[in-house]
């Protein structure tokens, strides 16, 4: 989730977890998905919201910088991302 998960929390659990390999999920942003998360960012994460609504009008961007995040914590915490799903690709 822009904004909310920590890509690097995650990935130090997994690792001390001894996991095998990882699949990271990136947000789904379409619309009907967006308009549910928007009252939760508002009421829950309101200084998170502008990142929220440049990732959804930046989606291209977004994933990239995901991926990359994610493929430096990958090396980081010596761990296989199997695949980086997102949805509509």
Same mark, same amino acid.
């Given at each position: 989730?822009?904004?909310?998960?920590?890509?690097?929390?995650? #990935?130090? !659990?997994?690792?001390? !977890?001894?996991?095998?390999?990882?699949?990271?999920?990136? #947000?789904?942003?379409?619309?009907?998905?967006?308009?549910?998360?928007?009252?939760?960012?508002?009421?829950? #994460?309101? =200084?998170?919201?502008?990142? #929220? %609504?440049?990732?959804?009008?930046? %989606?291209?961007?977004?994933?990239?910088?995901?991926?990359? =995040? !994610?493929? !430096?914590?990958?090396?980081?915490?010596?761990?296989?991302?199997?695949?980086?799903?997102?949805?509509? =690709?």
């Amino acid at each position: 989730m822009p904004g909310i998960t920590n890509l690097d929390e995650v #990935f130090s !659990a997994l690792s001390k !977890a001894h996991v095998d390999y990882v699949w990271v999920e990136l #947000f789904n942003m379409r619309k009907s998905a967006v308009d549910k998360m928007l009252p939760v960012y508002k009421k829950n #994460f309101p =200084e998170k919201l502008d990142l #929220f %609504q440049w990732a959804y009008s930046h %989606q291209d961007e977004w994933h990239e910088l995901v991926r990359k =995040e !994610a493929k !430096a914590l990958e090396k980081k915490y010596v761990l296989h991302i199997r695949e980086i799903v997102v949805h509509g =690709e």
